[in-house]
């Protein structure tokens, strides 16, 4: 065993149990009253402020197309790098968008910082970068930052880092507004990674300083889960609900996500809506239905079985993109192009990257639901 080995197993023997605990005690799963808090000051703070922290953009989906991702955690090619196997179905969906006019909004999480340093991750992803630099040359790019890469809001030469990847001016934000005229009615839809109000990463500038280079590497070189809301599904359930939760009580407003790596649309899971699709096909006697939802029910189950008491009511005000680097190579996004906005996923099939519209929804239909009338 080399000697670094044997300082970490001894580190991890020491530190543990102590990083464990603390990760628990100050948790990174927020409470209601401080994402309502961050949400509402983002939010007012772009649409009265654009430009500081985050872009407000007059969109005309039947003009400008967009593709939002988020999460992908890119990594050095090492065992813990969860974009690798997603790397081949990602780059397919990029020429695919840059190629149909698609403007590409990133949601954050793109690099995987807590465990590798920025120079590692661009020896290993060159091509991830040239494909998305596609899309900056065609002034079509939007970055936000999530947890795992505040280091390109946080320190002082993270602008410099961007303009040598990708050969442009690059700044990263913390949202993006699109304000959406539809017939006689606007609705804004308002991105952001998700992490805010959490704790550990959405605090003052020292605790974002502390998480980006002392607590997030700490517990990469211990090997430590701590349980964040991508690996634990308690902690996606809280920040799901917390986030829908702040939307449903907005006024024409539309949130989109990242962040716990699940997908959600229309507020809700893939789950529940297959139970809503249920008694829809047992009210309609739909025998061929039934049998195949119920196929599908224990499959999902297993991935997360977590119902929300109210998802038969749900206010359509919530979207969460999902993530990038689930097994298989799958990525999902959430397309708005064509009057419509759509879950999609890439999804390998005979080894080639496919795309699939997972869930669809008439923005005009969305608007009224969003507004009642």
């Not at 649309?265 to 893939?270: A, E, K, R, V, W």
Request: aromatic fraction near 12%.
């Amino acid at each position: 065993m080399s000697p670094f080995s044997m300082l970490r197993k001894s580190m991890k023997f020491l530190l543990a149990k102590p990083v464990t605990w603390a990760a628990n005690r100050f948790s990174s799963a927020p409470n209601q009253a401080d994402v309502n808090k961050a949400l509402t000051e983002l939010y007012g703070e772009i649409t009265s402020n654009p430009g500081k922290e985050g872009l407000l953009i007059i969109f005309r989906p039947s003009q400008h197309p967009v593709i939002i991702f988020t999460d992908l955690h890119k990594g050095a090619r090492n065992g813990s790098d969860d974009f690798m196997p997603a790397e081949e179905t990602y780059l397919a969906a990029l020429d695919y968008y840059n190629q149909n006019g698609f403007y590409y909004l990133n949601l954050g999480d793109s690099e995987e910082l807590w465990e590798n340093n920025i120079f590692q991750i661009l020896t290993h992803n060159k091509a991830t970068f040239e494909a998305e630099k596609a899309f900056i040359e065609r002034k079509a790019y939007a970055r936000l930052s999530g947890n795992h890469d505040l280091y390109w809001q946080n320190d002082p030469f993270a602008p410099l880092v961007l303009r040598m990847i990708y050969e442009h001016p690059v700044r990263a934000f913390s949202g993006v507004v699109l304000r959406v005229a539809i017939a006689d009615r606007s609705m804004d839809i308002f991105c952001t990674h998700g992490h805010q109000g959490d704790a550990q990463s959405d605090g003052n500038a020292f605790s974002k300083w502390f998480v980006s280079w002392i607590w997030g590497p700490l517990q990469a070189f211990l090997d430590v889960n701590t349980n964040t809301p991508a690996v634990n599904h308690e902690r996606k359930t809280l920040h799901n609900e917390f986030m829908y939760e702040w939307s449903a009580a907005q006024k024409d407003l539309v949130l989109i996500t990242g962040h716990t790596h699940q997908p959600v649309f229309n507020s809700l899971t893939h789950l529940e809506r297959l139970y809503l699709d249920l008694e829809h096909a047992i009210a309609e006697n739909d025998k061929a239905s039934i049998e195949q939802i119920k196929k599908e029910i224990p499959k999902r189950k297993k991935e997360y079985n977590h119902v929300n008491s109210k998802f038969r009511e749900m206010k359509p005000s919530y979207f969460n993109a999902g993530c990038c680097c689930f097994d298989g190579g799958t990525i999902t996004g959430i397309e708005i192009a064509e009057g419509q906005i759509r879950l999609v996923k890439w999804v390998k099939e005979d080894n080639k990257p496919v795309r699939k519209i997972a869930e669809e929804e008439s923005l005009l239909l969305l608007s009224q639901k969003i507004t009642g009338v």
